[in-house]
């Protein structure tokens, strides 16, 4: 009944427009001519994981900003935020996902819209109704409520049926691929369909976004996938990618965010039901799940220093999410760490490799927003907030409780200013973005847009770093690659070597360090890591110490000011380098992170701008980063 009144709400509120039709769909994207390039030869910027006023929390916590203010947003021009401020980026991207939430899409800001005559019927709906116009607080109660009830199962059955809602949630869907393909331009800006699949168990975040290579023609032929109330396998996801690409032949992946909330549960060790992984299940993972989002604004997801104690850099957004799960309903055990970090699982996907044969956790990594303001910004100068009721112009936002749910536990400054999906295609087009992401030639960063390449191979030299690209991939693999043992040989001494290459952002901070992480399996089946510092600035004056932990480099932030200055970082740094404890036999991984100086958190802007004290255990520095996405070596067979 529930999704009956807020069809007769959808059509009421459109009787005042154009009538309660399907809309008529854009049947003439953007063909502009685009040349490929040989190989990969430009980064190209993006978020992947934006809400709109169409996903339920953002419109109920104030979002009044639809796709299109998103998308000309993230082109570069400057909109009004919904709580009234100014908003532009100081660059523009090149990319953009909007992912609303699939599950009662478009539900609260249809309901809000409403002739209050046409819920009458309904009591449930009619009592949110009245909070929302009550006031912007009865609003966000409203979210609240969905959240505990998604995450405990409570909410009426029918709200997230998508049978009862298919009518509703098409129409929007229709409209949706409308404008995003009006905005679709290959070569300049590309638009893409996505959504977020969102299943909540027990308030355990295993949410994903679903990405199409396609325009709205074949998107539009089916609306997106909801998660079938709070529980969600993710293999019910994956046969709806299937059965749309067999019946369309398009193409769909999905990205897991936010592991670092799901209590263990993203890369658990079995599947969903309890039982064990097998070769089809690591097969079709990897294929379904290239990429994962490794950090966003709720916080990072790379590592933890309960897992990598000699990490000194593994505690990077870690304060005020490693405590309990997304909703707070459950505190975080610390058993549950290793299936919530995306180091952790690359390493328990070697271990599967050998057991089963393939690997279930092969995948990239990027950053992206999670933004629920309409706004792509990961600028800790220009940060508009999670929600649009802690944007930009709202004064002591970093101190307020902010936690999904009635619960209190996380505050403002917990969440981050992050992050960015970087992408090496050979244009800026659907088909080659998402091809590139496909082979995970793609990584993260939290923010800044430093610039970072990564080759592996055999026959790499010292020399071959004077023309690091194009002996890259003449010789080699990108990140994201294969190495194989088949490519050993008795003359290159049976070691892979790496080409490494990091640039600044001109608009951010110059770079503390390059590092290779290593994953491996030892002799006795047991997945290990090890921290290489291969490349830094001033490597005149800084040495490591008897600890083997390499001198800081320093920091030069004035609070007073939020400035700092650059000259104690390097504004590049490229780098030849060999793993000095290869093993032929041992499967292992390689991927990434470059560290720039550190630099101010968006609290401290605040806090000048507002004339603001923070109290001490608010992080005020922080050293901001990119991941690569890995490259893995297989022994043969």
Not at 26 to 40: G, H, L, M, R
Not at 613 to 635: G, M
Request: net charge negative; aromatic share 10%.
């Amino acid at each position: 009944m529930m999704q009956k009144y807020l069809s007769l709400a959808t059509c009421a509120t459109a009787l005042f427009v154009s009538g309660c039709d399907d809309g008529i769909k854009n049947q003439n994207p953007s063909e502009a001519a685009v040349i490929n390039t040989e190989y990969p030869e430009q980064v190209y910027w993006g978020d992947t994981h934006l809400h709109t006023d169409n996903s339920i929390d953002a419109f109920g916590f104030g979002d009044r900003l639809d796709a299109e203010m998103a998308l000309r947003f993230a082109r570069g021009e400057e909109v009004i935020a919904s709580k009234g401020a100014k908003a532009k980026l100081s660059r523009p991207l090149d990319f953009l996902v909007i992912a609303d939430h699939s599950d009662a899409l478009g539900a609260i800001k249809t309901l809000y819209n409403a002739p209050r005559f046409a819920l009458l019927g309904d009591k449930f709906l009619l009592r949110w109704y009245d909070m929302m116009h009550e006031s912007d607080e009865g609003a966000r109660r409203v979210v609240n409520e969905i959240a505990d009830g998604a995450a405990n199962g409570t909410l009426p059955a029918d709200l997230f049926d998508p049978q009862e809602s298919a009518e509703r949630i098409g129409e929007i869907w229709n409209t949706h691929g409308e404008t995003v393909d009006r905005y679709n331009e290959p070569g300049i800006f590309t638009a893409f369909m996505g959504y977020e699949y969102t299943p909540m168990p027990r308030g355990d975040n295993l949410h994903r976004v679903v990405m199409f290579r396609d325009g709205a023609e074949k998107a539009t032929q089916v609306i997106p996938f909801g998660s079938q109330g709070p529980d969600g396998d993710p293999e019910q996801l994956w046969a709806h990618m299937a059965a749309y690409e067999k019946a369309t032949g398009g193409r769909m992946l999905a990205i897991p965010h936010n592991s670092n909330v799901s209590n263990g549960r993203m890369f658990a060790m079995q599947r969903y039901d309890g039982s064990p992984i097998d070769l089809a299940y690591a097969k079709t993972r990897a294929l379904r799940e290239p990429i994962v989002e490794t950090t966003q604004i709720k916080g990072d997801s790379e590592s933890h220093p309960f897992l990598s104690p000699n990490d000194e850099f593994a505690n990077f957004g870690n304060i005020g999410w490693d405590q309990c799960n997304l909703s707070c309903t459950r505190e975080m055990a610390s058993e549950g760490y290793a299936g919530s970090y995306t180091r952790e699982a690359l390493k328990r996907g070697l271990e599967f490799a050998q057991k089963v044969g393939a690997n279930p956790f092969k995948f990239g990594m990027i950053g992206s927003t999670d933004s629920h303001t309409s706004l792509a910004t990961a600028d800790e100068n220009n940060f508009f907030g999670k929600h649009s009721g802690s944007e930009l112009n709202e004064k002591g936002r970093a101190l307020k409780p902010l936690n999904l749910g009635t619960r209190e536990g996380r505050f403002g400054w917990h969440y981050m200013s992050s992050g960015y999906a970087a992408v090496w295609a050979t244009s800026n087009s659907r088909e080659a973005i998402f091809d590139a992401m496909m082979r995970r030639e793609v990584y993260a960063t939290t923010g800044p847009r430093m610039q970072v390449r990564f080759f592996g191979g055999f026959e790499f030299v010292a020399d071959d770093i004077s023309d690091l690209v194009k002996t890259g991939y003449a010789k080699g693999v990108p990140m994201g690659g294969d190495l194989v043992s088949e490519n050993l040989t008795e003359s290159n001494g049976r070691t892979p070597s790496f080409l490494i290459s990091a640039t600044m952002d001109p608009e951010s901070a110059s770079l503390d360090r390059i590092q290779v992480i290593k994953g491996w399996v030892d002799a006795s089946g047991k997945s290990q890591e090890k921290i290489y510092d291969v490349s830094w600035s001033k490597s005149d004056k800084r040495k490591a110490g008897s600890d083997g932990k390499l001198a800081p480099v320093g920091n030069s932030v004035d609070l007073a000011t939020g400035k700092w200055d650059n000259s104690i970082g390097a504004p590049e740094l490229v780098t030849f380098w060999q793993d000095p404890a290869f093993d032929k036999d041992q499967n292992a991984f390689y991927y990434v992170r470059v560290l720039e100086i550190p630099t101010p958190t968006w609290p401290v802007y605040d806090a000048l701008k507002f004339g603001q004290t923070l109290p001490d255990n608010v992080i005020k520095i922080q050293q901001e980063r990119a991941y690569s996405s890995p490259i893995w070596y297989t022994p043969r067979g």
